[in-house]
DNA sequence: CTATTTTTGTTGCAAATGCAACAGTGTTAT
DNA sequence: ATAACACTGTTGCATTTGCAACAAAAATAG
């Protein structure tokens, strides 16, 4: 089975444009910056984030504001998805990025339509995939910031990318700025631990490659 | 609209007993501690966690384990759901309290069954809620542990609990021993954060009941 | 190729944090 | 009623961390 990256995978092009009719789909462009106003307006579309990044926000009353969800490709935003016990219109979606993104209506994805698309099954499939897949990825980050220390961290995510790519070696996926945004921590502290690691031999460091050496396990 | 909770919320009863057999649906106990074998082994099923508690766990090579994901009452569960680009068995749900789960046909879920139940698009669309409600959920915890000190991370977590609750007093949800844990930082250092926090007066404590006095805006 | 920007690597220092340990208070079980 | 247990509140101390600041290397743009 492979890994469902896209909502519109195993979905044939001829299937999609049938859908995209169906569903009275209609991509849209936004800058970097915009808001989605759609968003908040019709809340029987859901969103589709083709490219570039995106966050989720409540808007509190004193003007701050909380980002409740990163968005990312291949993700699937929407009201009719996000709705608490909280007001409409204390939400939005803002663009980080340039952004593409593909509307349709929500009622369409939940329901066979008139004509009885026999992709439905496919799509939803596909959603509830995105969305799953999004949570292992929210709970793998949360497992990595629970850790105490910035050591910890570093352990942890080398071991669940070491784990990912089945080997001890592996290839950061990022710069060493951006990991240490990503374990959130301070990036001159993280590089201290960083080296204080490869001077006991714990890891290897050689540019963007890391391999980790598993202390004994005590028992 | 309501806020769904329950997989089956605005399904009659009489539909849910109809869909338990459409469904080859099936309730089982696990105790504390043991490990849902259903899970690997019977990759079609999906499951629903009625009571208990339990957690999605990915199991390394060298017996360490990663915990991927935390499953309370009302999440959904299965391999269909979860699968990645790694091994099927390297991965369990393991029962961190006595559990109550229904399983039933993950196909089911994503198709109309033969008798054309006119409750499918519900489920699917309650599905689809109870996961994108447990996104926000866990980018939520995410953006209180990416704080880099426990004052700013007491802030944010009160913040959220304040918006709400839609005003700036409200009811801690659990102790402050369990906050420590949430907030994952020392028990003793988030008290004595807290003690100095109410000395300056940003916060009034009270038992369980706490108020938020923001600071003034800079502009 | 050169200029500019981003990333990496380092360090001193003050402040924050975790740890350990203990006492007091409240809660639950027997 | 009393024991057992969980939660709260506190403190000293060693360690870790964040911050600020700087230099060098690498990547990118013009």
């Given at each position: 089975?492979?890994?469902?990256?896209?909502i519109f995978q195993n979905i044939t092009e001829q299937e999609c444009s049938?859908?995209?009719?169906?569903?009275?789909?209609?991509?849209?462009?936004?800058?970097?910056?915009?808001?989605?106003?759609?968003?908040?307006?019709?809340?029987?579309?859901?969103?589709?984030?083709?490219?570039?990044?995106?966050?989720?926000?409540?808007?509190?009353?004193?003007?701050?504001?909380?980002?409740?969800?990163?968005?990312?490709?291949?993700?699937?935003?929407?009201?009719?998805?996000?709705?608490e016990n909280f007001d409409i219109g204390t939400m939005q979606v803002v663009?980080?990025?340039?952004?593409?993104?593909?509307?349709?209506?929500?009622?369409?994805?939940?329901?066979?339509?008139?004509?009885?698309?026999?992709?439905?099954?496919?799509?939803?499939?596909?959603?509830?995939?995105?969305?799953?897949?999004?949570?292992?990825?929210?709970?793998?980050?949360?497992?990595?910031?629970?850790?105490?220390?910035?050591?910890?961290?570093?352990?942890?995510?080398?071991s669940i990318l070491a784990a990912r790519n089945g080997r001890e070696t592996?290839?950061?996926?990022?710069?060493?700025?951006?990991?240490?945004?990503?374990?959130?921590?301070?990036?001159?502290?993280?590089?201290?631990?960083?080296?204080?690691?490869?001077?006991?031999?714990?890891?290897?460091?050689?540019?963007?490659?890391?391999?980790?050496?598993?202390?004994?396990?005590?028992?």
């Amino acid at each position: 089975m492979e890994q469902v990256t896209n909502i519109f995978q195993n979905i044939t092009e001829q299937e999609c444009s049938q859908m995209m009719h169906c569903f009275q789909a209609a991509e849209k462009r936004y800058s970097a910056g915009s808001v989605i106003s759609t968003y908040s307006r019709d809340s029987q579309k859901i969103g589709i984030l083709r490219e570039g990044q995106a966050i989720l926000v409540r808007i509190h009353s004193d003007g701050r504001q909380t980002i409740l969800e990163d968005l990312h490709q291949g993700d699937i935003f929407g009201e009719a998805l996000t709705f608490e016990n909280f007001d409409i219109g204390t939400m939005q979606v803002v663009c980080t990025e340039n952004c593409r993104i593909l509307f349709f209506d929500y009622a369409c994805l939940i329901r066979r339509c008139q004509k009885a698309c026999t992709f439905h099954s496919q799509l939803v499939h596909n959603s509830l995939q995105i969305m799953s897949r999004k949570a292992v990825q929210l709970s793998e980050r949360l497992e990595i910031l629970s850790q105490r220390s910035i050591r910890e961290k570093l352990f942890c995510y080398f071991s669940i990318l070491a784990a990912r790519n089945g080997r001890e070696t592996f290839q950061l996926p990022f710069s060493f700025s951006s990991l240490a945004d990503y374990l959130a921590v301070d990036r001159s502290a993280m590089m201290r631990e960083l080296k204080k690691m490869k001077e006991e031999g714990t890891v290897e460091v050689e540019k963007r490659r890391i391999v980790t050496i598993y202390p004994r396990q005590p028992f």
